[in-house]
């Protein structure tokens, strides 16, 4: 415990352990300088590529990105992580991403193109089965990449009222309901066709979301309107500043707890890109973009002002102090992490 019985922030980072991963690592969290510095690792979860915290702070949700699929919980005792119980079989291939919502954990699973609920139980367990799985359909004009569904992300909206998950293959984000543990289609919204929408963030006035995409290096700003739980396009813009040379595939979207930024990364070219957010959420600008600080940036996370990148190829999570008055992110320090995933906080 921190000074005054307060707890001491930590950092959890996800990786792949088919890649030489460590699973899931458990970091301190420097006050000031933003550091972080390696306590322990667990290794009891197959490819835990995605994590999410409980509101309380003392289980930790970790997806295991499988053919098998599954999620697992973590009672988070300090400077270690224990696993709970065995993973719980999702019903759906390769998730990677999970989210709380209504008393459940939901997976997107990228492989079979669904979404899985499996309740939490009063202790911060799960259930032993998922509630229920919802299949999403449909396709992409991509030839290799949208032959089917790949859900790659489901999150609560702001309101709490609606669960958002982001389609990869069929170039849409679907809206749905959580009720008695079955989920259910409010409505589905079509990006444009090609565009490989990857995940989701919203704008802190829980009006406006922006949809980075993989399959063209671009971010899709929507209005969100959570009485009626419907998103409308309103413009696709670049992340880069011109045409990639090569490979280029965004990956991780965050937005600044004030909104006057948003920052993205993008794989291939292995950069951070800045935009400057008009104060209504509806339009971005292109401020520039800075070297990730490694390769292959899978991540992004924002924590007491300090921005996070896991580099999966490089094998680091990188950190960076953001200039106040233009948003760029200028590069304070790295800790070594094998094919790291994700970072998250709490």
């Known amino acids: 415990m921190a000074d005054g019985g307060r707890r001491r922030q930590r950092a959890f980072i996800g990786s792949f352990t088919a890649a030489g991963g460590p699973g899931v690592v458990t970091a301190a969290v420097a006050e000031h300088s933003g550091a972080l510095t390696v306590l322990s690792s667990a290794d009891g979860v197959l490819d835990p590529s995605y994590l999410a915290l ?44 999970l989210s709380l919502f209504a008393g459940h954990v939901l997976t997107a699973n990228y492989g079979s193109g ?26 992409g004009p991509h030839e290799r990449r949208q032959r089917a569904p790949h859900a790659h992300q489901v999150q609560p909206d702001p309101s709490g009222r609606w669960a958002v998950s982001v389609d990869l293959g069929t170039d849409s984000v679907r809206v749905c309901t959580l009720t008695d543990g079955r989920l259910g289609l409010h409505r589905e919204i079509a990006l ?30 929507c209005r969100w309107d959570p009485a009626t739980g419907s998103l409308r396009p309103l413009a696709e813009i670049p992340v880069l500043p011109d045409t990639p040379a090569g490979d280029a595939y965004p990956s991780g979207v965050v937005v600044a707890p004030d909104g006057r930024f948003l920052w993205t990364a993008t794989r291939g070219e292995d950069v951070l890109s800045v935009f400057a957010v008009e104060t209504d959420g509806e339009r971005l600008e292109l401020v520039g973009t800075v070297p990730c600080g490694g390769h292959w ?50």
């Not at 930790?60 to 270690?80: D, Q």
């Not at 609920?117 to 449909?138: K, Q």
């Open 54 to 97: 409980s509101p309380d702070g003392a289980t930790l949700y970790a997806v295991s990105e499988t053919a098998e699929g599954a999620v697992a919980a973590f009672r988070v005792k300090g400077e270690t992580i224990e696993l709970t119980g065995p993973p719980v079989p999702v019903g759906g291939n390769g998730p990677t991403h």
């Open 114 to 139: 669904s979404v899985s609920a499996v309740p939490v139980l009063a202790d911060g367990r799960l259930a032993h089965t998922p509630s229920d799985l919802l299949r999403h359909s449909g396709s």
């Open 192 to 221: 444009r066709p090609g565009s490989g929408p990857r995940h989701l963030v919203f704008h802190p006035n829980g009006h406006h979301a922006y949809v980075v995409n993989e399959l063209t290096p671009t971010v899709t700003v």
């Open 297 to 346: 940036p899978r991540a992004l996370a924002l924590s007491g002002g300090f921005l996070y990148v896991a580099n999966e190829r490089s094998g680091d999570v990188t950190w960076f102090t953001v200039d106040p008055g233009t948003g760029l992110p200028e590069r304070a320090g790295a800790v070594g992490v094998a094919a790291a995933s994700c970072v998250i906080f709490g």
